[in-house]
């Protein structure tokens, strides 16, 4: 069975600074797919910025960047010039590839919250 | 596009009441997802469907819960009778194979005295 485990409960950051929130996984899946969410006190759950395991190279959005390192089933997420509106809890995501065209579920993280300060 | 459409926003009930979740599905997407939020169990998924059919349900709690998907555009989740312990956030979700992303409607707060 697949696990998702965040580590961190909780992140501080001052505005316009970096940050990194860590997340490791457990698979012996060979392709897959990794998603951050992130949720603000509104409570909608909305897609920061997902990555494929076949891709080698690093998905980015804007100011958020993963660190994808497949071999150590580590899945980081960077959000550079951290602004006020990135306050939230932040959740690593896994999923299996679709089977004859069916989606499969979502495995969370337990999940960081992360707060901006002025 | 309005997303997914979840109703109602909020749900109070007494304890053995039967309770019933509401969901549209982003027209075009061919998976529907239930998932829970607790803060001791964390986002768990309940059940999800493809093409309107159950795939996988391992994750509903007991026989008190049920989902139903009549059409492609309305799923439901009833709880009968409801419990304390049934109280969380119940998040509907849907998504399509070609993009492997799911879109999470606002949710659903349900709160059982």
């Known amino acids: 069975a697949q696990t998702v485990t965040q580590s961190q409960p909780e992140m501080s950051v001052q505005d316009a600074e970096t940050v990194t929130l860590s997340c490791t996984y457990d698979?012996?899946?060979?392709?897959?797919?990794l998603f951050w969410y992130k949720q603000p006190p509104s409570r909608q759950m909305i897609l920061v910025i997902r990555q494929e395991a076949y891709k080698q190279q690093n998905a980015t959005e804007n100011r958020f960047s993963v660190n994808f390192q497949k071999a150590a089933k580590s899945f980081s997420l960077k959000i550079s010039d951290s602004q006020l509106g990135d306050t939230a809890m932040y959740f690593c995501?896994?999923?299996?590839?679709?089977?004859?065209?069916?989606?499969?579920?979502?495995?969370f993280g337990t999940g960081t919250r992360l707060q901006v300060f002025p | 596009d309005a997303g997914v459409i979840q109703s109602p926003r909020h749900e109070v009930t007494e304890m053995g009441q039967e309770v019933t979740l509401r969901c549209k599905p982003i027209?075009?997407?061919?998976?529907l997802f239930w998932y829970r939020q607790t803060m001791m169990r964390g986002l768990e998924l309940l059940i999800y469907f493809n093409n309107n059919v159950p795939i996988d349900d391992s994750g509903m709690p007991e026989d008190r819960f049920s989902a139903k998907m009549p059409n492609a555009s309305f799923s439901t989740l009833k709880i009968q009778p409801s419990e304390p312990r049934d109280s969380a956030v119940y998040f509907c979700?849907?998504?399509?194979?070609?993009?492997?992303?799911?879109?999470f409607g606002p949710g659903t707060r349900l709160t059982v005295t």
């Open positions: 027209s075009g997407h061919n998976s």
């Open positions: 698979t012996s899946e060979n392709n897959y797919y």
């Open positions: 979700a849907s998504g399509t194979p070609s993009s492997y992303e799911q879109y």
């Open positions: 995501a896994f999923m299996k590839p679709p089977i004859s065209y069916n989606t499969d579920k979502l495995i």
